[in-house]
């Protein structure tokens, strides 16, 4: 039997989000998307973060499972799949009055898969910040030529 615990995280954010939510406050997360598996629109992001107001009111539906946050939610009217690992949820917070916590950025160890080949490597070669009222730019995702036929691009940031 080993002595190995899971991960906390998970839990953390669960009951921190119940707590908020049962006292009618809006909760928000702050996620660290560099840590791999993170799917979010990327011209939201700034400064390697995005807060999102996951509350039951502003999303189309929520599932906070065993590893990951998923949820929909309209960006510019545009409706998105958001994906996040809890290992990049830095803090959950109610907005009206800052009540919640911080939490430290986990992130997983590299895993070999079909979609990323022992051995491979995909770098971020800029992630643009983009103010609200500016244009949405694409973010620019260079791999090597191992892995360019591995996946195809999406929203996902992907670190080494």
């Known amino acids: 039997m080993s002595n190995e615990m899971t991960s906390n995280k998970p839990y953390i954010v669960r009951a921190f989000y119940d707590w908020i939510s049962d006292n009618d406050l809006t909760p928000y997360i702050v996620v660290d998307v560099s840590v791999y598996g993170v799917m979010v629109p990327a011209a939201y992001v700034s400064d390697g973060q995005i807060v999102l107001n996951v509350s039951a009111a502003a999303v189309g539906s929520i599932a906070l499972g065993d590893e990951t946050i998923e949820l929909s939610a309209r960006f510019g009217g545009k409706l998105e799949m958001i994906s996040i690992p809890y290992g990049a949820i830095a803090a959950i917070y109610a907005k009206e009055n800052g009540a919640g916590t911080s939490l430290p950025i986990e ?48 929203l996902s940031v992907v670190k080494k």
Not at 109 to 123: C, I
Not at 124 to 152: E, G, H, L, Y
């Open 107 to 154: 992130h997983p160890e590299p895993a070999t898969s079909a979609e990323a080949p022992a051995g491979a490597s995909v770098k971020i070669s800029a992630v643009q910040a983009v103010d609200s009222n500016d244009t949405a730019k694409p973010t620019t995702i260079k791999a090597d030529s191992k892995t360019s036929k591995a996946k195809k691009p999406s």
